[in-house]
């Protein structure tokens, strides 16, 4: 369960302290003998004023959502680039303060990387600087430095996926100029001319040839600094050079944020009812059940969906009212990659075109609610999950291992709390014991939607089990409240599997002849 971007919505001791509930039951004419109905109100507000990190990041979110207009007005491209950069290092100034050093020096090195180093080898050299920075950055406290606040930690992982990410482009980029090098010596065979075309059409519309004052512009473009989406340099390049300044993208950005109003209600009542921090109560391990202990997951991962939800739909908001991400629909942008139908990406009559978004969309909520684990996971997060798989999957030299591997970068990446290692490295087990079940049982249901739901429903019960070690990050709250339960969760996976072996093959009848 990959997550990227969103667990970053900050603890709540980073804002000086401030008695909003009282102010509010004042102004509104609470005295020390409320109403029943006013103090449950009192109550709600005071969940309200709880999350005032959430808030800030809300309403930066909105702020971002309504630069896009203004930015997308500017016809020359430079200006473009300087005036984005401006205001993402502003917000990335005002809530890191002096911290923001560290995403300055990481971008620096990363461009003198990038720039001057063999592009043969600056996508690894990146790699590894920008991991080591990260692991250094969260540990900056053994080194006599300051702790590092949340806010600046969802920046640092955003700018190490956009570093390491443009210093593959460039070693991709390379790479197809010197097959168009060599293909040009000999190009005789069809087969040989249709590989020509490909890479010319792959250099034209994917290539990148970046600066040093490129990359740091890159680093610091404002759109999605704070909470993603990830998105490619040549996208962001694309974005600049569009020549798209008299379209409105309004109505698909109001499309896609139609229903984060019922998300943002949906999360403030859950988490109002069902709050995390009474899964680590005294009164949940000694006055409740072991089936209340197995059910109150549940709404914990319910609220911890719509939260995410919320963000992540008003970052790709931010995206498309900037124009990042607008493609032909033609040319079959996919989350993260961008276009792979380059051939239909020569139209420069760009007010006939249909565009959509599909380059920046990170989450598909009804795929993430209705799908088995595998297909989850796919929904989620997509343009990190992509990220993931162009830079650590496909490339492990170990084909078994990479899913493992591929899930121990990502929890590497979300940072140092054993929680994030607890949740992710189970799900390649799970995954092992659901390809099993699906490929015994799912021969044996006639109805597939039935088979799909109970896929559905199991899978969500799995994420709500890993999502307590997400959220509760500490190891022995994790284990406390998993042994509470007698670690169910992860006694499912052998039974699931052993079952699965039990299960006699099912075999098609013959057709009779």
Known sequence: MVTSSMELFIEDDLLPSFNFNRLFCHLSGCTSRLQPISEKFCRFFAVVTMLSDDVIYFLLLLTTIGLGEVIRRFDNAKLKQNVASIIGFTIIFIVSGFHSLHCVLTAAVNAFIICFVSPKYCHGLSFGFSFAYLLFFRFTTVFGLPQVPSHTNAIQMLLTLRMVGLALEVHETAKHRKQLKESNIDNKKQDADNDLKQIELSLENQGVSPNFADVIHYAFCYIGVLTGPYYKYRTYWDMLHANDSQISFLNYARQRVQYVPIYVLLFLLSNYYFPLSYATSAEIFEERSFFFR?????????????????????????????????????????????????????????????????????????????????????????????????????????????????????????????????????????????????????????????????????KIQWFSYMGMAFSLLAMDTTFAYWKSIFFIGHLIIPLSYIASLLVPSHKPAKPLV
């Open 294 to 458: 197995v059910w109150y997951i549940t709404p914990l991962f319910f609220t911890f969906r719509m939260r995410f939800y919320s963000g992540f739909i008003l970052s790709e908001a931010a995206c498309i009212m900037a124009g990042l991400g607008a493609y032909p629909v033609e040319s079959q942008p996919k989350p993260g990659n961008g276009p792979t139908a380059l051939q239909h990406l020569n139209n420069k009559d760009r007010s006939s075109i249909t565009y959509n978004f599909e380059t920046i969309h990170n989450i598909d909520e009804y795929a993430a609610e209705t799908s088995d684990v595998r297909g989850s996971l796919k929904a989620w997060n997509m343009t990190v999950q992509w990220w993931l798989a162009v830079n650590v999957h496909r490339r492990f030299p170990f084909k078994p291992l990479r899913t493992v591997a591929t899930m121990l970068i990502s929890a590497f990446w979300h940072g140092v709390h054993s929680g994030y290692y607890l949740s992710m490295l189970t799900v390649p087990f799970i995954l092992v014991a659901e390809d099993a079940v699906k490929r015994k049982l799912r021969p044996l249901v006639n109805n597939s939607k039935i088979f799909n739901f109970m896929a559905g429903f199991v």
